[in-house]
């Protein structure tokens, strides 16, 4: 647990170095999922099933929502990790799924963890501050991901779409299939 803590804060709060060390690092996938993704991902699926609680909801349905959301975030993030993979074959870069699910999981964290606010629903919209992660996607796909200069940046911009939409997709769907929101 000591590892993952301070392995999330050396890439987000001097995110420069954090993400040089983590370049040379080999993380196998496994262990991105279980010891990274599976606890960023419970923050805001626990923040927000204690958010609908205090706000009304009923206790299956906030659970329900939650599982929901746990669900999509975990699958969202593999899912963005093996199209970002899929596409850099396009823009001759370097198709490695380890390298981009190491990027999406550690740029994921910031929005995840900047969900900690869902659990008092007036304040959900300080989560905001979880945009943070899309300058972690720019920093981290610039320090770890491999690709030729003239398609870095159409490579990118691409991949932080892509990036953009699965966070997008991964908070509306739950809302959407349980009918139920922290972010109303």
Not at 29 to 48: C, D, M, Q, R, V
Not at 108 to 123: R, T, Y
Request: hydrophobic share 55%.
């Amino acid at each position: 647990m000591e590892r993952l803590l301070n392995r999330m804060l050396s890439t987000l709060l001097p995110p420069m170095s954090g993400w040089d060390e983590l370049k040379d690092e080999a993380i196998q996938e496994k262990e991105l999922i279980s010891n990274y993704l599976l606890f960023t991902a419970a923050i805001p699926a626990i923040s927000g099933f204690l958010g609908l609680i205090f706000s009304g909801e009923a206790f299956f349905h906030s659970l329900f929502w939650a599982i929901i959301f746990y669900g999509c975030a975990i699958g969202g993030v593999f899912l963005l990790a093996k199209v970002i993979t899929y596409l850099a074959n396009s823009f001759n870069a370097e198709e490695n799924l380890q390298t981009y699910l190491k990027l999406v999981v550690f740029a994921s964290a910031p929005v995840f963890i900047a969900s900690i606010f869902f659990i008092i629903p007036p304040l959900y919209w300080l989560s905001i501050v979880g945009v943070y992660g899309f300058l972690q996607f720019w920093i981290g796909y610039d320090k770890i991901v491999f690709c030729p200069e003239e398609e870095k940046f159409n490579f990118f911009f691409i991949s932080l779409i892509a990036f953009i939409l699965t966070i997008i997709l991964i908070y509306l769907l739950p809302a959407l299939i349980v009918n139920a929101a922290v972010y109303q």
